[in-house]
């Protein structure tokens, strides 16, 4: 067991390992990108409630800022541990077609949306953004600030995933002057006998180019992706990579668990289960990258994310504006979520709503005119107070009672009783302490906060309804 405050002091949460703990209570869960989180959106839910709730804020003159979600589902090649929602494909007319319905939908949503809030953040994802060529990309930006009434580039996050194999030295500069400002690099792991078993040959050097052109060009943060438990992946393997990463100094480490789920997604069936490390190797590696992150000055952000201390999402976190949303861990805490693009998640107002996942179903309704939402929640006061909760915890690791029962009608203690009865469990594991007026997570229980969450959600303890199938939840460490 070792404990790690930042090589920056003790500002900084610390998080500790034990490996005991951990095996004890590794499960599956929810990652809570969203609360209710997006097995429990319903198909009741459609064009006409997302209108509704666009319609709610304009009624209470909302003012908040926006933010901006552009799915791109494309990718040229297929990585083996890949659990997204992509079309694999190298006939790139494909993407003209796409970018005609997208533009058409972010039409629609701009006009929604004319006169509220600024927009504040931008994030293209993916699938491959990059799938888009230069021009298709530029023509795509013009048109969005045509839609949207965007914060100057000192103000905004305006961000973009890049798969360092689509994109050149040209196209990274290019991408600046297209008004992006973030950059994040999959990576995953920089071994090539591991990138062989994904199917993903990504040459060091190249992705190292792409760093430093991103910094030449005045990028203002860059992050790498990172995964632990992949095929081939040994400690030294590991140690080697991140050797490299810290190297490469990026300003965000974003460190994914493999979740080998070959039932649910495809491409995992061409990994061979003898070449993945044991759980306990996995729990090793785990250790390790925390331990070298930190040591290097990464501060744990949580539950996969590291940043250094002077990045916008470690100060974000210090002044309590963090938030988590299908992104993972943001800054803006008080923004309209805005998604484009087949399957995309919004999160307008009190609502969820979620795009067709089929390109046929996503041109469909567009060429009826409509907006192609498909099923989504209106949260309930019960919700909303949750969400808050899990929110509050996931980014803070610890719990104001007493603001809680200032914004809710409710004392805490009789509300939450039977929550509070089974943190007990935790507390006895050393993992939070309950006070009168805090929870607070301990260093321990820090890798282990999905756990806690998992406390405060309504939903696992009820069954979803038709749903036969197992829960795709990935396990919490
Ligand atoms: S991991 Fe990313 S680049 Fe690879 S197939 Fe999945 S979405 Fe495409």
């Given amino acids: 067991m070792y404990n790690h405050a930042s090589s920056t002091g003790s500002a900084f949460p610390a998080v500790e390992f034990d490996a005991e703990i951990i095996g004890k209570l590794s499960q599956s869960g929810p990652r809570y990108t969203s609360y209710p989180t997006a097995d429990r959106f319903q198909s009741e839910f459609g064009y006409g409630q997302f209108l509704e709730a666009v319609a709610g804020l304009r009624m209470r003159r909302s003012s908040r800022p926006l933010s901006l979600y552009i799915h791109i589902p494309f990718c040229d090649t297929v990585c083996y541990y890949c659990g997204c929602n992509k079309i694999v494909t190298k006939d790139h007319s494909k993407a003209a077609t796409y970018l005609d319905y997208l533009k058409q939908e972010i039409d629609m949503q701009g006009r929604l949306f004319a006169g509220m809030g600024k927009l504040e953040q931008l994030h293209f994802g993916g699938g491959t953004p990059t799938y888009l060529s230069d021009r298709q990309m530029g023509d795509l930006m013009a048109h969005l600030h045509a839609s949207f009434d965007f914060a100057p580039d000192q103000q905004g996050e305006y961000s973009i995933e890049i798969d360092p ?10 991408l600046r002057k297209q008004g992006f400002n973030r950059i994040s690099l999959g990576v995953q792991d ?14 060091e050097a190249e992705t190292r180019a792409v760093i ?19 095929p081939k992946q040994s400690m030294t393997s590991m140690e080697q990579t991140l050797d490299k990463v810290i190297a490469a100094n990026p300003d965000r480490i974003a460190l994914y668990n493999y979740a080998h789920l070959p039932h649910l997604f495809k491409p995992q069936r061409r990994i061979s289960e003898d070449d993945l490390p044991t759980p306990a190797v996995k729990l090793d590696l785990l ?34 504006r963090l938030q988590r949303n299908f992104q993972g861990y943001s800054t803006r805490a008080e923004s309209e979520l805005i998604s484009c693009g087949v399957s995309a998640i919004s999160a307008v107002g009190a609502t969820y709503s979620q795009n067709e996942k089929t390109l046929e179903g996503y041109y469909e309704k567009l ?32 719990l104001s009672i007493g603001s809680i029962e200032q914004s809710f009608p409710i004392r805490f203690g009789e509300y939450f009783a039977t929550e509070l009865q089974k943190l007990k469990a935790f507390e006895a594991d050393g993992l939070l302490i309950v006070e009168p007026d805090w929870i607070t997570v301990t260093p321990k229980g820090r890798l282990l906060i999905r756990n806690i969450c998992m406390v405060f959600d309504r939903y696992l303890s009820q069954p979803r309804l038709g749903e036969a199938q197992p829960l795709r939840y990935s396990k919490t460490i």
């Fill in 165 to 174: 194999r689509t994109v050149s030295v040209e196209r990274v500069h290019s």
């Fill in 190 to 203: 920089f071994d090539p006998d591991v990138q062989k078993a994904v199917n993903r040959i990504q040459p």
């Fill in 212 to 230: 430093d052109a991103a910094r030449e060009a005045g990028f203002r943060s860059i992050s790498i992706d990172l995964i632990y438990g992949l």
């Fill in 287 to 320: 250790a390790l990258c925390i331990r070298r992150l930190c040591a290097a000055g990464y501060v744990y952000i949580g539950m996969d994310h590291f940043a250094k201390p002077d990045d916008e999402l470690a100060v974000a976190q210090r002044q309590g």
């Fill in 367 to 398: 060429d009826e005119g409509r907006l192609p939402v498909v099923r989504g929640i209106k949260l309930e006061n019960d919700d909303l107070l949750r969400r808050i909760l899990i929110q509050k915890l996931m980014c803070n690791f610890e």
